[in-house]
């Protein structure tokens, strides 16, 4: 049996990707660090590195924003795509890149303590302040 | 519609600015373009050009998405930070990019028919199908 496989891209399409295998439940990061990389607040999906294969990296870039964590984005049209765990096997996918349907739902919002203070989290699910 | 000033900048902190917003209210769209710039989707605040100052905008970096729109964000951080139509005279800063306190409070949701389909809108602000 063939795995399920999800496609995603940049705003350009520079940068595609596919991601082998249905995709873990996204996360929201409400940390100010990912506030301010995204515009808003990051919502991914953490997947194995093994999983996850970049077609072209050609205008790929990666910014160290702490010791162990970089994230990528497309040189071109500044779309936030990767938040990588340097010394983990996992990398978290930016779930706005990703082509419908994504087969998945949001089940987590987490650093809640650092978040925007102009929206309001009333989806329901559950928050964590760290 | 109350004029707030703001300050804020990329992760990096290449690019700084300061402004006065034209609205004290954040515009959130869902269409597919502004999802997959941000990687979720766009939240910003409206801004007359003559009320914005930028520091660092030699990192700005410019993407033309279409014929009458192009995006900014920082060339060395990858931070999404501005949407403008070419010919207006003002401009979406990204909100998540501002400093707290903001003073700014979400008024509105648009393109909510692209939305992405791993997220619900359920903080009661009210939707709209185009802008
Ligand atoms: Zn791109
Ligand atoms: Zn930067
Ligand atoms: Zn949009």
Redesign the interface.
């Known amino acids: 049996m063939t795995e399920v496989q999800h496609k995603g ?4 399409g520079a940068v595609a990707f596919t991601v082998t295998g249905d995709l873990p439940t ?1 996360t ?1 990061c409400h940390c ?2 990912c ?10 999906t953490e997947v194995q590195k093994t999983a996850l294969q970049i077609h072209d990296e050609t205008q790929l ?1 990666w ?1 160290r ?1 702490s010791d162990r964590v970089q ?11 990767f938040f990588d765990a340097i010394y983990r096997d996992w990398v978290a996918v ?4 990703f082509e ?3 087969g ?3 089940s987590l919002h987490i650093f809640t303590a650092d978040k ?9 699910l559950p928050q964590n302040p760290q | 519609m109350a004029r707030v000033d703001i300050t804020g ?4 902190g290449a690019i700084r600015y300061s402004a006065i917003t034209a609205r004290d209210i ?1 515009t ?1 769209c869902h269409c597919t ?1 502004c ?10 605040v409206r801004v007359l050009e003559r009320d914005l100052q930028i520091s660092g905008s030699a990192k700005l ?1 410019w ?1 033309a ?1 279409s014929e009458t729109a192009r ?11 501005i949407f403008r139509f070419n010919d207006a005279d003002f401009l979406g800063i ?5 400093d ?3 003073g ?3 008024g509105q949701h648009i393109f909510c028919n692209e939305k ?5 809108i ?3 602000v009210p939707q709209s199908e185009s802008w």
């Open positions: 891209q940049c705003l350009c996204p929201a100010s660090m506030r301010r990389h995204t515009g808003h607040f990051l919502v991914s870039r910014y924003s994230r990528g984005f497309c040189a071109t049209c500044g779309a936030s795509l930016s779930m706005g890149a419908p349907p994504t998945t739902q949001m925007g203070d102009y929206y309001v989290i009333a989806d329901g | 900048g990329c992760l990096c954040v959130l373009e999802r997959r710039f941000t990687g979720h989707h766009w939240a910003a970096a993407y998405h995006r900014g964000f920082c060339a060395d951080c990858g931070s999404s930070l990204a909100a998540g990019s501002i707290t306190p903001t700014l409070t979400a992405g389909d791993y997220y619900e359920a903080d009661g």
